[in-house]
């Protein structure tokens, strides 16, 4: 791996940059280096969606990439991640000959805008959209779904966001104005070919291979490894850490991978979450709805599947949705490879069974049998954008009325995610009826001593767990609840002459 700058297009121009602390976020780049003041910064922490910009990177095998674009943070996302990358700004989407883009003529013509701190943000989500969307090869509408779960990271509190939902999709009746991914992707993959190896700008390393990586990591234990930075960034806006060196291993081509094989799929642990989440989602459509209340879209954006299992939170959410998978996780350094059960992996609050030169590269789930029934519920204190109090996640088998196969998954029930033996040898074997799932919630109560915190009570987090698998039986059953997410406007109307 050579010494040489970070290098990334902006304003069709390459901006390189030879020396930049590790932990310099896109946002400071922007607002202090660059001069760039239109996107703003609200939380510094992810939340609030102001900071938002579009990246354009190269997504697929060598020789038959293709353009991807992402809204993203830029308040926690690290500059040396630009490295290959085009970056979109508001800034950069009016012109002098064409006048506003659609993004922003949507939001004045549907009056999206009052104060106008988070419209920056709002607009870069909605640039994204518009990208992937309308600009490509085969345009399509723009439903309201599509239009929430796009803005879902971007908070506003003054407008309100129904103006801002319809000025979404009302973006693809305005003249088209694409940018030219021809032209994009030969710049994107000339940058990368001309820099020819991974980077190493200063104190920030960030490899292209994985063998390149395990030696980094064994020879450089001083850097942090980092992959998204949707947990470290926080680190450093909020809690003021600096490191004198990172390790980057969004970079590395063998973790980017979803490859479906014989009877598994193995998803590499830089592939993105909005990416991971889609591959499980195509496999079983049921987890559509837990995937899409997974943080806001521009984390999911950045945020990796590795980096959520191995950063360890105990209110992680994707863990106890693979623990009721049965995934397993490949542990790779110089000494060789190791695979173990996820729920093996952490051995106490935060702890791993990691070694300080070893890297997680992988994420196995077994495809074959599939579970009759599989369903993952999440608790948390607002629907969109918000971190569990409780995940509870089940994949049951049934045989002539019996439970055959059962896998239980939960979080924020302990120090760490964790599998529910008690409550699973409960159901093993028994009749999948009332008296069974009654009797399995009573252990899972008592199976967990949960912490109480400010998410939720130790209490209500056994109540709610057991509340869970009852609603899991239920819908079992055929009987679902009143989804929070199938309300609308239309089905909340009183019918006509009724009571108002
Ligand atoms: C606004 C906001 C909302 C969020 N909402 C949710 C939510 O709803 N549910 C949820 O579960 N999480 C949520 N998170 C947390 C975060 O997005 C996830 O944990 C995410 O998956 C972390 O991945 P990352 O790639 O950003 O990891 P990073 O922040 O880059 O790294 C996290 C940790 O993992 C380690 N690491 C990363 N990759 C590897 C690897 N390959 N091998 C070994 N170690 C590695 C790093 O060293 C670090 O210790 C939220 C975060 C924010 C900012
Ligand atoms: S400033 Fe709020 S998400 Fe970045
Ligand atoms: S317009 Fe004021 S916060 Fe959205």
């Given at each position: 791996?050579?010494?040489?700058?970070?290098?990334?297009?902006?304003?069709?121009?390459?901006?390189?940059?030879?020396?930049?602390?590790?932990?310099?976020?896109?946002?400071?780049w922007?607002?202090?280096?660059?001069?760039?003041?239109?996107?703003?910064?609200?939380?510094?922490?992810?939340?609030?969606?102001?900071?938002?910009?579009?990246?354009?990177?190269?997504?697929?095998?060598?020789?038959?990439?293709?353009?991807?674009?992402?809204?993203?943070?830029?308040?926690?996302?690290?500059?040396s991640?630009?490295?290959?990358?085009?970056?979109?700004?508001?800034?950069?989407l009016?012109?002098?000959?064409?006048?506003l883009?659609?993004?922003?003529?949507?939001?004045?013509?549907?009056?999206g805008?009052?104060?106008?701190?988070?419209?920056?943000?709002?607009?870069?989500?909605?640039?994204?959209?518009?990208?992937?969307?309308?600009?490509?090869?085969?345009?399509?509408?723009?439903?309201?779904?599509?239009?929430?779960?796009?803005?879902?990271?971007?908070?506003?509190?003054?407008?309100?966001y129904?103006?801002?939902?319809?000025?979404?999709?009302?973006?693809?009746?305005?003249?088209?104005?694409?940018v030219?991914?021809?032209?994009l992707?030969?710049?994107?993959?000339?940058?990368?070919?001309?820099?020819?190896?991974g980077?190493?700008?200063?104190?920030?390393?960030?490899?292209?291979?994985?063998?390149?990586?395990?030696?980094?990591?064994?020879?450089?234990?001083?850097?942090?490894?980092?992959?998204?930075?949707?947990?470290?960034?926080?680190?450093?806006?909020?809690?003021?850490?600096?490191?004198?060196?990172?390790?980057?291993?969004?970079?590395?081509?063998?973790?980017?991978?979803?490859i479906?094989?014989?009877?598994?799929?193995?998803?590499?642990?830089?592939?993105?979450l909005?990416?991971?989440?889609?591959?499980?989602?195509?496999?079983?459509?049921?987890?559509?709805?837990?995937?899409?209340?997974?943080?806001?879209l521009p984390?999911?954006?950045?945020?990796?599947?590795g980096?959520?299992?191995a950063?360890?939170?105990?209110?992680?959410?994707?863990?106890?949705?693979?623990?009721?998978?049965?995934?397993?996780?490949?542990?790779?350094?110089?000494?060789?490879?190791?695979?173990?059960a996820?729920?093996?992996?952490?051995?106490?609050?935060?702890?791993?069974?990691?070694?300080?030169?070893?890297?997680?590269?992988?994420?196995?789930l077994p495809?074959?049998?599939?579970?009759g029934?599989?369903?993952?519920?999440?608790?948390?204190?607002?629907?969109?954008?918000?971190?569990?109090a409780?995940?509870?996640?089940?994949?049951?088998?049934?045989?002539?009325?019996?439970?055959?196969?059962?896998?239980?998954?939960?979080?924020?029930?302990a120090?760490?995610a964790?599998?529910?033996?008690?409550?699973?040898?409960?159901?093993?074997?028994?009749?999948?009826?009332?008296?069974?799932?009654?009797?399995?919630?009573?252990?899972?109560?008592?199976?967990?001593?949960?912490?109480?915190?400010?998410?939720?009570?130790?209490?209500?987090?056994?109540?709610?767990?057991?509340?869970?698998?009852?609603?899991?039986?239920?819908?079992?059953?055929?009987?679902?609840?009143l989804?929070?997410?199938?309300?609308?406007?239309?089905?909340?109307?009183?019918?006509?002459?009724?009571?108002?």
């Amino acid at each position: 791996m050579q010494a040489r700058p970070i290098r990334f297009l902006h304003r069709q121009q390459t901006v390189s940059l030879p020396e930049v602390e590790p932990t310099r976020t896109v946002l400071e780049w922007l607002r202090e280096d660059a001069g760039c003041t239109g996107t703003k910064e609200g939380c510094g922490e992810g939340d609030c969606g102001a900071c938002c910009v579009v990246v354009a990177e190269l997504e697929g095998p060598a020789g038959a990439e293709r353009v991807r674009w992402r809204s993203i943070n830029s308040c926690i996302r690290f500059v040396s991640s630009l490295d290959g990358c085009a970056l979109w700004t508001v800034e950069d989407l009016a012109s002098p000959q064409d006048g506003l883009h659609p993004a922003q003529q949507a939001m004045v013509d549907c009056h999206g805008s009052q104060c106008g701190f988070c419209t920056p943000g709002f607009v870069m989500s909605m640039f994204a959209l518009y990208q992937q969307r309308v600009a490509g090869a085969e345009p399509q509408r723009i439903t309201r779904e599509v239009a929430q779960e796009a803005l879902s990271g971007n908070l506003c509190r003054c407008t309100g966001y129904r103006p801002i939902v319809e000025a979404t999709q009302t973006m693809p009746g305005y003249p088209l104005r694409g940018v030219d991914e021809t032209a994009l992707l030969q710049q994107l993959r000339a940058l990368r070919d001309g820099d020819g190896t991974g980077l190493q700008a200063g104190a920030t390393l960030r490899p292209r291979h994985l063998q390149e990586l395990l030696a980094l990591r064994e020879a450089r234990p001083d850097a942090q490894l980092i992959a998204g930075c949707t947990d470290v960034g926080l680190w450093v806006t909020k809690q003021h850490r600096r490191f004198a060196s990172t390790l980057d291993v969004t970079g590395v081509h063998e973790l980017q991978q979803v490859i479906e094989g014989p009877g598994q799929l193995e998803i590499g642990a830089a592939v993105r979450l909005s990416d991971a989440y889609a591959a499980l989602v195509a496999r079983w459509p049921q987890l559509r709805t837990f995937a899409n209340r997974f943080a806001g879209l521009p984390v999911r954006e950045s945020g990796t599947l590795g980096g959520n299992i191995a950063n360890g939170s105990p209110i992680g959410d994707s863990m106890p949705l693979l623990i009721a998978l049965g995934a397993r996780v490949r542990l790779q350094s110089r000494r060789g490879a190791r695979e173990l059960a996820l729920e093996d992996l952490y051995l106490g609050y935060r702890q791993t069974a990691m070694a300080s030169d070893e890297v997680l590269t992988h994420v196995l789930l077994p495809l074959h049998p599939p579970p009759g029934l599989l369903q993952a519920y999440k608790l948390s204190k607002r629907f969109d954008d918000d971190i569990s109090a409780v995940c509870l996640a089940l994949a049951v088998t049934l045989h002539a009325g019996r439970v055959q196969q059962v896998r239980i998954g939960v979080g924020g029930m302990a120090a760490t995610a964790a599998r529910a033996p008690q409550t699973e040898a409960a159901l093993q074997g028994q009749a999948w009826d009332e008296a069974t799932v009654r009797a399995a919630m009573a252990v899972l109560r008592r199976e967990f001593d949960p912490l109480s915190d400010m998410r939720a009570s130790a209490a209500y987090r056994r109540e709610a767990a057991s509340g869970l698998l009852w609603r899991f039986w239920l819908e079992s059953q055929g009987i679902g609840p009143l989804r929070v997410e199938q309300l609308t406007l239309a089905t909340l109307q009183p019918a006509a002459g009724g009571v108002t």
